[in-house]
């Protein structure tokens, strides 16, 4: 309804009072002072009319205005080709639909549903919104196929149950830690004594020394200790498995003795051959800026130059995570944009020196070829990460529209980036790299299109003066600047919501360490690196590495300066409801370029209110039922081991914001606990107990025997113990053993206080109809109620003797050896 419709409604208004306000009051017999209340009380109703006439009519008209301008909108959204930019949204959106389902749904149903779709959408040739909603369906749909068929073409094969065997595989890659040892990808050829049935195709060990002549390609034996993937450390968190699955990697592990040469009778495929070749390649490009640039620095080169990170010492890792630039070392649009672009100016600048060939000829799409080629390899050096092959799409793109005299549009190439990610690997999708880095890189394209925008439309500003060099210097630096402060706080905004979803932390000083920081990786580092590059193959890359190591330990030092004087990072668990209703507004003000923005508002308030009131657990369970952590009333977590793993309690705290690590004392005759409001874990050799402030009673046993003493006490009984039934009676405490978390992982447990004490909510980390990824749980010992495995020893006769069975750990002990390998 337009500016004629509102004419129309404001004249019917004023029309409409003057009749009722003019009407003459009837003729009457009655006497004159009735006859005048009378009309003043049929003039005050229809003056009350009038006004909710005058009302209803104004309702009309402001919704008039509004279908008026959601129209308008969307037309012109419409017709800049915001559209398109949805349709990596809506197959992102089937692909999550379909990774977070607890069911696995079969081809045929999402076939018919995807051939019923397209058939209604070329029925509804006349109806516009319908076929915009079809179409939208059907992408949907389009992602859960593009999903499901990943997942049949991975099956990988998962490893059920830890042993120990003799394996002969083919190396993947080499990659040295900063504790010393190396860790192998190996691809396994054989297995022996135990010869294993379904062995994995591919495993993960480590070992403390390798062969000099070992390289990626070449053949290895060894006796391994395998373990299969882990799952989440609590729900809703990283799940390994899933990782893993969709890398192939079946199990993970580590040598019991060095590792050696072999030859293999199998010989590689071409796809294997090349592989290594792009392995050995990664291996002595890291190995060459190593020993240019020794110590942690130059373990930082390689990680830019060839994407190898396992070399950077854990104390800088943190640091650079706390300040919020830990960015720098995954190589993404930053990397490839400064690559590309170097390349570029240095070509044209070559040229520039020919002014006669420069004259004659495109020099400009020579230049563009020649950065496309340095991206591309840059892209085959660096391992190919997700936003590797998000930035290097997207640039790719904007260099061949150079070489065919077309505009490369931003947001549509970046739409493209993600259709192809989403295409090629849809369970990219569900993990940081690929959240943070398409989110930061939305940001920033909208957040300067809308300002670029704004500059249009604002008052035409007079040419700067001439100044002096000085001035415009300082002139230009300032606007580098505030262009970075406005990078840094744009792109940072945009991640942070990932990070906290992910890692449950953000960066305090990340504003502060990005604009100290960047500018020594854009002008120092990253040109020259590029330099370094450009001169290995003629031995000249010495002085450009130098000065590059140079400019990365004045990064490391800011960084770990500022991550000295960050406040605590930790913000806990977000809900899964308040991330959607987040993640919709962020792409709603990110996609959308007109007034529609305004409906990002509402899913906004509604996300920050569900963060406001969420919810946070009172107690977390191991998958391998030894930890278990109760959370306090002060903030601290009360643990029942002495030595507890440090991931598991890294990633815990951070959940639970606590303040403390509260440890066992000594062990005790008893574990029952003294009178007190709160009391952290009492521990004897079998058995622990623990309240909190509100009376939750935790038991924590090795066996069921011991187990039994709890049932009079405790809210909630955890056995370590796969073997195990329940001790107490039917009114007892609930009892969670060994085999509930070995089918079912990690739990997460809230307890609501009742009439007759409290209610344990349990939440495990794994659905119990099993996905792929998780398939393989069915077959452990544990999760069959079997008893750790014991080899049966011989004695000199050849007879088998009894097994030795393992001692029962007490709880003041560490983690069992394999376990802590891993």
């Given at each position: 309804m337009g500016d004629d419709s509102a004419e129309e409604i404001g004249d019917e208004r004023s029309q409409f009072g003057a009749r009722v306000l003019d009407r003459p009051a009837p003729f009457d017999r009655q006497a004159p002072a009735e006859r005048e209340r009378s009309s003043g009380r049929t003039r005050e109703t229809a003056a009350a009319g009038a006004r909710r006439r005058?009302?209803?009519?104004?309702?009309?008209?402001?919704?008039?205005?509004?279908?008026?301008?959601?129209?308008?909108?969307?037309?012109?959204?419409?017709?800049?080709?915001?559209?398109?930019?949805?349709?990596?949204?809506?197959?992102?959106v089937?692909?999550?639909?379909?990774?977070?389902?607890?069911?696995?749904?079969?081809?045929?149903?999402?076939?018919?549903?995807?051939?019923?779709?397209?058939?209604?959408?070329?029925l509804a040739r006349s109806k516009f919104v319908l076929r915009i909603m079809l179409l939208a369906a059907l992408l949907v749909v389009g992602g859960v196929l593009a999903a499901k068929f990943e997942t049949w073409r991975a099956s990988t094969k998962m490893l059920g149950a830890d042993i120990t065997t003799?394996?002969?595989?083919?190396?993947?890659?080499?990659?040295?830690?900063?504790?010393?040892?190396?860790?192998?990808?190996?691809?396994?050829?054989?297995?022996?004594?135990?010869?294993?049935?379904?062995a994995p195709e591919r495993i993960r060990a480590s070992a403390r020394k390798i062969p000099d002549d070992m390289r990626p390609g070449t053949g290895v034996k060894g006796v391994v200790r395998m373990f299969p993937p882990s799952g989440p450390l609590r729900p809703s968190s990283y799940d390994f498995s899933f990782k893993s699955y969709f890398d192939g990697l079946g199990a993970s592990g580590f040598f019991l003795t060095n590792?050696?040469?072999?030859?293999?009778?199998?010989?590689?495929?071409?796809?294997?051959?090349?592989?290594?070749?792009?392995?050995?390649?990664?291996?002595?490009?890291?190995?060459?800026?190593?020993?240019?640039?020794?110590?942690?620095?130059?373990?930082?080169?390689?990680?830019?130059?060839?994407?190898?990170?396992?070399?950077?010492?854990?104390?800088?890792?943190?640091?650079?995570?706390?300040?919020?630039?830990?960015?720098?070392?995954?190589?993404?649009?930053?990397?490839?944009?400064?690559?590309?672009?170097?390349?570029?100016?240095?070509?044209?600048?070559?040229?520039?020196?020919?002014?006669?060939?420069?004259?004659?000829h495109p020099t400009k799409k020579y230049a563009a070829a020649v950065a496309l080629a340095a991206i591309a390899f840059y892209l085959l050096i660096s391992g190919a990460g997700v936003a590797t092959e998000r930035s290097f799409i997207m640039l790719a793109v904007m260099l061949t529209a150079v070489l065919f005299d077309r505009a490369g549009i931003s947001m549509r190439n970046f739409a493209i980036a993600a259709l192809a990610v989403v295409l090629i690997a849809p369970h990219e999708i569900v993990g940081p790299s690929f959240q943070m880095s398409f989110a930061a890189t939305a940001a920033l394209i909208s957040g300067y299109a809308?300002?670029?925008?704004?500059?249009?439309?604002?008052?035409?500003?007079?040419?700067?003066?001439?100044?002096?060099?000085?001035?415009?210097?300082?002139?230009?630096?300032?606007?580098?600047?505030?262009?970075?402060?406005?990078?840094?706080?744009?792109?940072?905004?945009?991640?942070?919501?990932?990070?906290?979803w992910h890692f449950q932390r953000v960066s305090p000083l990340g504003l502060v360490a990005n604009l100290s920081t960047?500018?020594?990786?854009?002008?120092?580092?990253?040109?020259?690196?590029?330099?370094?590059?450009?001169l290995m193959p003629f031995g000249l890359d010495g002085p450009a590495f130098a000065i590059m190591g140079k400019g990365i330990g004045l990064f490391t030092e800011i960084s770990v300066a500022l991550s000295k004087h960050s406040p605590f990072d930790a913000i806990g668990i977000l809900p899964g409801s308040a991330m959607i209703f987040l993640t919709v507004a962020l792409v709603i003000l990110t996609m959308t370029t007109t007034r529609l923005r305004v409906v990002a508002l509402p899913f906004l308030a509604v996300g920050i209110a569900?963060?406001?009131?969420?919810?946070?657990?009172?107690?977390?369970i191991s998958e391998d039922a030894r930890l278990v952590a109760l959370r306090l009333s002060d903030g601290g977590l009360a643990i029942n081991r002495k030595r507890p793993n440090a991931f598991t309690m890294e990633d815990w705290s951070r959940a639970m914001m606590a303040t403390e690590i509260v440890k066992p004392g000594p062990t005790a005759a008893s574990a029952m606990p003294t009178i007190a409001p709160e009391v952290p874990f009492a521990c004897t050799k079998t058995l622990c107990i623990a309240w909190n402030a509100k009376g939750v009673v935790i038991a924590h046993a090795a066996t069921e025997e011991s187990a039994r003493e709890a049932c009079a006490v405790a809210s909630l009984i955890v056995i370590d113990d796969a073997t195990a039934k329940d001790p107490c009676a039917a009114s007892g405490p609930a009892v969670i053993t060994k085999r509930d978390l070995a089918r079912y992982g990690a739990a997460a447990v809230t307890f609501e206080e009742t009439a007759t004490g409290f209610l344990p909510i349990v939440e495990y980390s794994i659905e119990k109809s099993y996905r792929p990824w998780h398939a393989e749980r069915i077959y452990s010992r544990a999760a069959r109620g079997l008893p750790p495995y014991q080899r049966k020893h011989r004695d000199e006769k050849g007879s088998h003797k009894k097994p030795r069975h393992r001692k029962t750990q007490s709880h003041e002990n560490g983690q069992p050896r394999a376990a802590s390998a891993q």
């Open positions: 005058y009302r209803h009519a104004g309702t009309r008209l402001a919704f008039a205005r509004l279908r008026t301008s959601i129209r308008e909108a969307a037309v012109s959204e419409w017709e800049r080709g915001t559209a398109f930019l949805f349709v990596p949204v809506c197959l992102s089937g692909a999550l639909v379909y990774f977070y389902i607890s069911w696995e749904p079969s081809f045929a149903p999402l076939v018919s549903g995807a051939a019923a779709l397209s058939a209604a959408y070329f003799r394996i002969v595989g083919r190396v993947v890659t080499i990659e040295h830690q900063a504790s010393g040892r190396v860790r192998l990808t190996i691809d396994i050829v054989s297995t022996s004594r135990p010869h294993l049935r379904y590792p050696e040469n072999v030859s293999l009778i199998v010989p590689a495929t071409l796809y294997e051959r090349a592989a290594a070749g792009v392995a050995r390649l990664r291996e002595a490009l890291a190995d060459h800026v190593r020993a240019a640039v020794p110590g942690p620095n130059g373990e930082i080169g390689a990680a830019l130059v060839a994407g190898v990170q396992s070399g950077i010492p854990n104390k800088i890792n943190e640091a650079l995570r706390i300040t919020g630039v830990a960015h720098v070392l995954s190589i993404s649009g930053l990397h490839m944009a400064l690559v590309a672009g170097i390349v570029l100016v240095f070509v044209r600048l070559g040229f520039a020196l020919f002014p006669g060939f420069s004259s004659r809308a300002w670029g925008e704004w500059r249009q439309r604002g008052p035409r500003r007079a040419p700067p003066r001439e100044g002096s060099y000085l001035r415009r210097g300082g002139n230009a630096a300032a606007r580098h600047v505030v262009g970075l402060a406005a990078t840094s706080l744009i792109a940072g905004t945009a991640t942070a919501l990932f990070a906290a960047m500018p020594i990786v854009s002008v120092v580092v990253m040109p020259f690196m590029v330099l370094g590059l450009v569900l963060i406001v009131r969420r919810p946070a657990p009172d107690l977390f």
